[in-house]
Structures are given as C-alpha cells and as structure tokens.
Nanobody, 115 residues
Framework: QVQLVESGGGLVQPGGSLRLSCLASRNIFSFSAMGWYRQAPGKQRELVATITSGALLNYSDSVKGRFTISRDNAKNTVSLQMNSLKPEDTAVYYC?????????WGQGTQVTVSS
C-alpha cells in the first residue's frame, strides 16, 4: 500500500507560479513512475507530467516549457513547479505513483488561476 498526500495548491493570478508537492508513505526509489494528472470541471482527467525511476520525463503539450516535474528520493517527494499559469490550468491536481504494478492516487489539490 502507498499513501500519497499532495500540498501546495491554491489561488494564483494568471502569469503566477505555484509549486505542488506529493509526499509518499514509503521509499519512492522503488516506484517505477510518479507524476501528476489534473481534472477540470466537466472534463476528463488528463496527464500533466511524469517522471520514471530512471528520471525520464514526460509532459503534456499544454504544459511544456511552463511546468517542471522533479523527484527527491531522500524525501520521498515528487514536485511540480508550475510557472506562467493560465486560467485553463485551473483544475484539481492529483499525484499518482506506479508501484509493483499498482497505481496509487492522492486525494487531489485544487489549483485555481484567476484574476
């Protein structure tokens, strides 16, 4: 079992920045991948960014160049630095992890981009 707890969401103006963090309940070194999805009202959950155990990165086209994912194995944390935020980035952001062929999810954190 893996528990994931997100933090760092909130309200920010367009063009601003936020940093999301996801703390795992166990050593993430053994996770094959971790990352972030998001879900806006009335829309399907979509991939935002992933990072594998080998540090391979993948971003959705909509966030490339603006968001940066990173992982800190010593702190059992994966983070998402979000810059140049747009109103269309408004969503609930979910952390996930792949561990031993199971996918685990956090409870989600709200990000609202509005003036």
């Amino acid at each position: 079992q893996v528990q994931l707890v997100e933090s760092g969401g909130g309200l920010v103006q367009p063009g601003g920045s936020l940093r999301l963090s996801c703390l795992a309940s166990r050593n993430i070194f053994s996770f094959s991948a971790m990352g972030w999805y998001r879900q806006a009202p009335g829309k399907q959950r979509e991939l935002v960014a992933t990072i594998t155990s080998g540090a391979l990165l993948n971003y959705s086209d909509s966030v490339k160049g603006r968001f940066t994912i990173s992982r800190d194995n010593a702190k059992n944390t994966v983070s998402l630095q979000m810059n140049s935020l747009k109103p269309e980035d408004t969503a609930v952001y979910y952390c996930y992890s792949d561990y031993r062929r199971e996918t685990y999810w956090g409870q989600g954190t709200q990000v609202t981009v509005s003036s």
